[in-house]
């Protein structure tokens, strides 16, 4: 008997515009994709729509431009990826004031997964910010559970 594949399974992908009102958009896509009664429904929605905000405010994007979204998982981890056009001043990074009135967008995402990071495409092509979010209630968690970044937005 052939043992299941670990690789993600895609669930969903589009393009949003780079736009604030994208960021319902977003939620209301993974919401659909995942399903209301999947146990980490919550944290992924939460999750998505804090990576599409920051990929809307903090890389160059603009109205005419789009945010990739994309939601892929195993049976343990469900996976975001969020691929926007970058920006030339600065990366993604979690703020060190935890008491800032905002900027607590990656702060909430180191929180909620398991891993996140961020892979700049190099010049001109963007960067894609992913996280990894438990897909199964903490009592059921597996031992070892290993998390290794999503492949679906690399190029080459």
Same mark, same amino acid.
């Not at 994208?22 to 009664?37: I, N, P, Q, T, Y």
């Not at 980490?40 to 405010?57: F, G, K, M, Q, Y």
């Given at each position: 008997?052939?043992?299941?594949? =670990?690789?993600?399974? +895609?669930?969903?992908?589009?393009?949003? @515009? *780079?736009?604030?009102?994208?960021?319902?958009?977003? #939620?209301? /896509?993974?919401?659909?994709?995942?399903?209301?009664?999947?146990?980490?429904?919550?944290?992924?929605?939460?999750?998505?729509?804090?990576?599409?905000?920051?990929?809307?405010?903090?890389?160059?994007?603009?109205?005419?431009?789009?945010?990739?979204?994309?939601?892929?998982? =195993?049976?343990?981890? +469900?996976?975001?990826?969020?691929?926007? @056009? *970058?920006?030339?001043?600065?990366?993604?990074?979690? #703020?060190? /004031?935890?008491?800032?009135?905002?900027?607590?967008?990656?702060?909430?995402?180191?929180?909620?997964?398991?891993?996140?990071?961020?892979?700049?495409?190099?010049?001109?092509?963007?960067?894609?910010?992913?996280?990894?979010?438990?897909?199964?209630?903490?009592?059921?968690?597996?031992?070892?559970?290993?998390?290794?970044?999503?492949?679906?937005?690399?190029?080459?």
């Amino acid at each position: 008997m052939k043992a299941p594949s =670990t690789e993600p399974k +895609v669930l969903g992908r589009t393009g949003l @515009p *780079g736009v604030h009102e994208a960021v319902s958009r977003a #939620r209301s /896509e993974v919401r659909g994709w995942l399903g209301d009664d999947h146990p980490a429904v919550d944290d992924v929605v939460l999750a998505a729509s804090e990576l599409v905000t920051n990929a809307i405010r903090h890389s160059d994007s603009g109205p005419g431009d789009f945010i990739g979204l994309t939601l892929s998982a =195993t049976g343990e981890v +469900v996976y975001i990826e969020v691929n926007d @056009p *970058g920006s030339l001043f600065s990366g993604p990074h979690v #703020r060190r /004031e935890p008491y800032a009135e905002d900027g607590r967008g990656l702060l909430i995402i180191r929180e909620l997964s398991l891993e996140w990071g961020a892979r700049e495409l190099g010049p001109g092509l963007g960067r894609t910010v992913w996280c990894a979010i438990r897909a199964v209630p903490h009592s059921e968690d597996p031992k070892n559970l290993s998390v290794s970044e999503p492949t679906s937005g690399r190029s080459g």
